[in-house]
């Protein structure tokens, strides 16, 4: 029996990205998407609990069966395997993303935390990002990485609790050197915002900033994706921060 593959993204159904992931799942199973009506980037893990969630049906794919979803991509995933297929899937993919989800940029994302969610019901799962932020991004070596990605998934036993974050350079002249295993760079927003007044004369806000690295060491996911590589970061949803335990067992009472 072919493998059941669940897809999902947070840029929203009709987005490039999902359509080249689909493209590339449908050559190894029977493919379901469930992807956000809208645009749901920055959306972090955010559920929806204080007004319903909508499912349509959509013709956009052929080939495979796909709804629309109101909610979040977190929301895709819950309903997905609760309410459509009633089972859980061999397989969860999100994205491609339109821009990279490396480093700390993981917390915030959309993409990522509808892998993270799968990781969570112990399902195969893998989050995939571009680091190209254009609607008509060229996906065509990130569908090579996907590719390869998807079948040593299918093909190997995957971890309990951990999904996969996958982050892809930007197409250039020359080809993606390769895939390497990394670890997440240590390296944040320094976020600012831009205030401006509106008609009203009252204020209003854009968040902006300057992403930093702090990080220099040539085993991280930066590293990888500024030296041309497809970097690939084993995620969990566990953030117990275990080397300080034994630091905090003195405030016990």
């Known amino acids: 029996m072919k493998p059941l593959i669940f897809v999902t993204n947070d840029d929203g159904i009709s987005a490039k990205g999902i ?11 029977e493919v379901l998407v469930i ?6 980037s920055g959306m972090g893990h955010a559920i929806t609990m204080n007004h319903p969630i909508r499912l349509e049906k959509s013709i956009l794919f052929e080939d495979c069966e796909a709804y629309t979803c109101s909610g979040t991509p977190v929301d895709c995933v819950k309903i997905g395997i609760y309410e459509v297929m009633h089972r859980k899937p061999d397989l969860i993919l999100s994205g491609i993303n339109h821009g990279d989800n490396s480093s700390s940029n ?27 932020h254009n609607s008509d991004a060229d996906f065509s070596e990130a569908k090579e990485i996907a590719r390869q990605i998807i079948q040593d998934s299918l093909n190997s036993v995957f971890p309990s609790h951990v999904c996969l974050n996958v982050n892809i350079p930007m197409k250039s002249e020359s080809k993606i ?50 030296n041309g590589y497809a970097s690939v970061v084993p995620t969990q949803f566990d953030m117990t921060a275990y080397k300080v335990i034994e630091q905090f067992k003195k405030w016990e009472i």
């Open 106 to 132: 993981v917390l915030y994302s959309g993409t990522m935390s509808a892998a993270v969610e799968g990781a969570m019901e112990n399902i195969p799962s893998i989050g995939f990002s571009l680091s190209d």
């Open 177 to 226: 050197k390769g895939i390497k295993i990394c670890r997440q760079a240590h390296a944040f927003w320094a976020d600012r915002f831009d205030k401006r007044i509106d008609q009203f004369g009252k204020p209003y806000y854009w968040l902006t900033g300057e992403f930093l690295n702090q990080d220099m060491e040539e085993d991280t996911d930066l590293f990888a994706l500024e």
């Open 35 to 40: 992807a956000p009506d809208k645009p749901q």
């Open 19 to 29: 359509r080249s992931l689909i493209e590339v799942a449908m050559e190894f199973g």
